[in-house]
């Protein structure tokens, strides 16, 4: 079983990681009755053992007689500001992690990506590769880095993206996968724009494949739930969707809701790297299938169900509700509409006991209402997990490279041009060591060629793929 390193940057990245690692032992649980150290396990988690009198940890490796002693989590945690993480080893998670893991310092970033990039880079350069290379070590076959962090903040967006930089100079065989939190236009981050810009080219040219998360998006879906309990229904509390500060010390947050939200995506996601199924689907096998063109490795993605009801069990008919919903912009992560764009490519990654009929005749039925580029209209990928989520009998990841992207970009786009025309807070990046004017000029200039990239797609429908300029087809 390969095994993959979760890497958390900053306050968003940490609160998401903390859902994550949560949510992830209690699917566990439920399956592995018997507390014993499975391959499943392994992929996310390490069995260790204390030699007595030494203190020294050994890995107690996966057997079938190997009973759990203590799981430490395949992860990497790092904050400029050390209150997240503070809390998290206070809290019941304070076991699955220890103080070799952790990379803290005080005064923060002051949400300048200049900042995070440039100084806490080069300062924590060494530490970083430090915990990066010894974590891996612990990996008997090291499959992917999932990175998650946000964009807007400055030790998200600047730290973040200079780990993917490190991740892909030391590991550059290993699939990088990225988890970015893109900022609502009403963001009190007054240069959150910047931040984002100066991210995105750092992403684009990085990493392997990228799931923008809008959190807009989920602040919509969250309200949503809510609409539902005002009309009286009772939203089933025992989901991994369900809001829970169960990780963190101290009372539930508002954004608990939305951090279980983008940790169900992860869950879905490795849910096949992870259990058993009929139609395991690689993690690698989502680049290989859904990147036709190395720069436009942006996915969008959507979630289903978002919640069920207490007193209401699905029925069989809500399989084929399950899988529209997929396709509506109300489950989606980006406040985006893919039916109304193109497609390149699509997975479907279903969990629970659905057959593989049932997928085929849904796409089936929903195809025709897709628009798919003319050279890879038969462009599904299938994946295929027995173990369902916890409170769920079926629940459905579909993930699209679809050019309705190009629309949060554009977005981005404009908020950093209206400032960047005043040249408003420039200073405070260009007053950091080594943060030129180019490094914005330069940064627009590569989010403005990604979004052109989308635009010539959509332009160039019907044409094939050899025919299409200036676009690099992944080999």
Partial sequence: MAQSVVVQVGQCGNQIGCRFWDLALREHAAVNKKGIYDEALSSFFRNVDTRPGTGEEVDIPVDSRSTIRSLKARAVLIDMEEGVVNELLQGPLRDVFDQKQ???????????????????????????????????????????????????????S?????????????????????????????DDVVTSPYNSVLAMRELTEHADCVLPIENQALVDIVNKINHAAALGKSVRSQTTLSSSHGCLKGQEK?????????????????????????????????????????????????????????????????????????????????????????????????????QLSDVRRNIERLKPSLHFVDWNEEGWKTGLCSVPPVGYPHSLLALANNTCVKHTFADIQERFARLYRRKAHLHHYTDVEGMELSCFTEAASSLASVIEEYNQLDRNKGQLAGDIPRLTIAT
């Fill in 254 to 354: 508002p954004f608990d809701t939305m951090n279980n939200i983008v940790a169900n995506l992860m869950l879905n996601m490795t849910s096949s790297s992870r259990f058993e199924g009929s139609l395991n689907v690689d993690l690698n096998e989502i680049t290989m299938n859904l990147v036709p063109f190395p720069r436009l490795h942006y996915l969008v993605s959507s979630l289903t169900p978002l919640y069920a009801l207490a007193d209401v069990a699905l029925p069989p008919r809500r399989l084929d509700q399950m899988f529209s919903d997929a396709f509506s912009k109300e489950n989606q992560l980006l406040r985006v509409d893919p039916r109304r764009s193109l497609y390149l490519a699509c997975a479907l990654m279903v969990r629970g006991n659905v």
């Fill in 158 to 186: 600047g730290l973040g993206t200079f780990v993917l930089r490190l991740l892909e100079d030391e590991f550059p065989d290993v699939h990088r996968f990225v988890m970015a939190l893109y900022p609502s236009a009403e």
């Fill in 102 to 156: 952790l990379i803290t310092d005080v005064s923060g970033s002051g949400n300048n990506w200049a900042v995070g990039n440039k100084v806490y880079g080069a300062q924590f350069r060494e530490k970083i590769l430090e915990r990066l290379r010894v974590t891996a070590e612990h990996c008997d076959s090291l499959q992917c880095f999932f990175l998650i962090h946000s964009m807007g903040g400055g030790t998200g």
